[in-house]
């Protein structure tokens, strides 16, 4: 049994059943986002000890029980992921800083912690199939999780998603369906696929459990800090969820007196793709016709979780940050080049965003920053190839080879 909150309306109920958005309130606001978010609430009874400020925590204990978890975790190993020191970014009068490298979860991207949970809930509703929308990362997460669990996995994605996620997701055995039109075109139309052809939908906002699963980043950062959590986080964000999450994962280690206080988590955004800064700029909800950018992992026009993610930015002194394609890929190669982290666009956002607000004089030398790199760069090596030249061969002979080094 799970107890839930609408984001809209305050409704609170419990249900054995799968629930999605809020019955009372669920769907599109003309003049804003979409409404009916579900929130899961915490069950404090299932964490037990004795817990302090600081106390090691099993982040499963966090999560709502009931499902294989750990069982789905043994065949899919999610999380767990490094913190490391970036001190390659780092100069005279800036904060400490930190990359937490959701890169390395077994598909490449932090997406694998909702395909996780997502995944055990299949198994424990006896269902087979998962369906979903994604504009790369959630779908190759998910096609993962299905290859490793025995799920079939139904994607929708928008026609100019990157080849490297579409033939990643191919390749562990999705069945892969273009549509001629945006992520938001892709997302509505597996609404309206599995509510006609039945399976999980595993679409993120829509299905609460998602927001759970991405806040399993949250409560490994407390791990991983022992409790202190940084000053501030940057956070790509697109339709706002793994910001939430980690929002959500941070409330409850708050509510449960493990730490004193809520961290800064930054909004970072592309300026092709603003919807949730502008919001915040403007104080109301503004979707947007369109969106473009090359960090199409960011890429939406609506936010599935705008309304709680600008709830979230609101009442933590929190803000947002946008950037140019041209400063998205500076980061990108900065990011490769000094710490030796390569990452996707979207994730290589958290660097120039650290770097703007640095040079602005928003964060402090005192303090201790952390980017959460959300997605391999190895996913969309498209967007990095206006930025490198593959030397032409040389001659098998030593002369030839220092002549070249010598004018590079």
């Not at 890429?299 to 709680?308: D, N, Q, T």
Request: contains cysteine.
């Amino acid at each position: 049994m799970i107890r839930y909150t609408c984001s809209s309306c305050g409704k609170s109920f419990e249900s054995e059943a799968i629930v999605y958005r809020c019955e009372s309130c669920g769907g599109d606001d003309a003049a804003g986002y979409q409404k009916g978010n579900l929130m899961v609430e915490l069950d404090k009874s299932k964490v037990g000890g004795d817990l302090k400020p600081g106390s090691p925590i099993n982040p499963f204990d966090l999560l709502p029980g009931g499902f294989p978890l750990a069982e789905c975790h043994k065949l899919f190993p999610v999380g767990n992921t490094p913190v490391l020191p970036l001190g390659g970014l780092e100069k005279e009068g800036a904060p400490k800083i930190f990359g937490k490298l959701d890169n390395l979860n077994p598909s490449g991207s932090l997406k694998d912690r909702a395909s996780l949970f997502v995944a055990a809930q299949a198994k424990y509703y006896g269902s087979d199939k998962v369906v979903l929308a994604s504009t790369g990362n959630a779908g190759s997460a998910m096609s993962c999780a299905g290859a490793a669990l025995g799920l079939d996995i139904v994607l929708f994605v928008p026609a100019a998603a990157p080849l490297e996620k579409l033939a990643q997701s191919l390749f562990y055995g999705a069945r892969v369906i273009p549509v001629d039109g945006t992520y938001d075109d892709a997302f509505g139309l597996s609404i309206e696929y599995s509510l006609d052809q039945g399976g999980i939908n595993r679409n993120t906002a829509y299905n609460p459990l998602t927001i759970e699963g991405k806040k399993t980043a949250a409560l490994e950062i407390y791990n991983q800090f022992a409790g202190k959590i940084p000053d501030v986080i940057y956070v790509p964000v697109g339709d706002g969820v793994i910001l939430t999450g980690l929002f959500k994962g941070f409330e409850d280690l708050l509510s449960l007196g493990l730490i004193e206080k809520m961290p800064r988590c930054i909004a970072v955004q592309a300026k092709g793709s603003n919807s949730i800064a502008r919001s915040l700029k403007e104080g109301r909800e503004i979707p947007l016709e369109s969106s473009a950018t090359l960090a199409d992992s960011i890429s939406v026009s609506s936010p599935a979780c705008g309304s709680l993610a600008l709830d979230y930015l609101k009442k933590t002194g929190s803000w947002a940050v946008e950037l140019s394609d041209e400063e998205i890929l500076i980061a990108q190669a900065e990011l490769a080049r000094k710490t030796g982290v390569f990452v996707e666009p979207s994730s290589a956002t958290t660097w120039g965003a650290l770097k703007k607000d640095m040079e602005a004089g928003h964060i402090s030398s005192d303090e201790t920053a952390l980017l959460l790199l959300t997605g391999s760069g190895f996913k969309d090596m498209s967007a990095v190839k206006g930025q490198i030249e593959i030397p032409k061969a040389l001659p098998p002979r030593l002369g030839p080879v220092i002549d070249f080094l010598s004018k590079a």
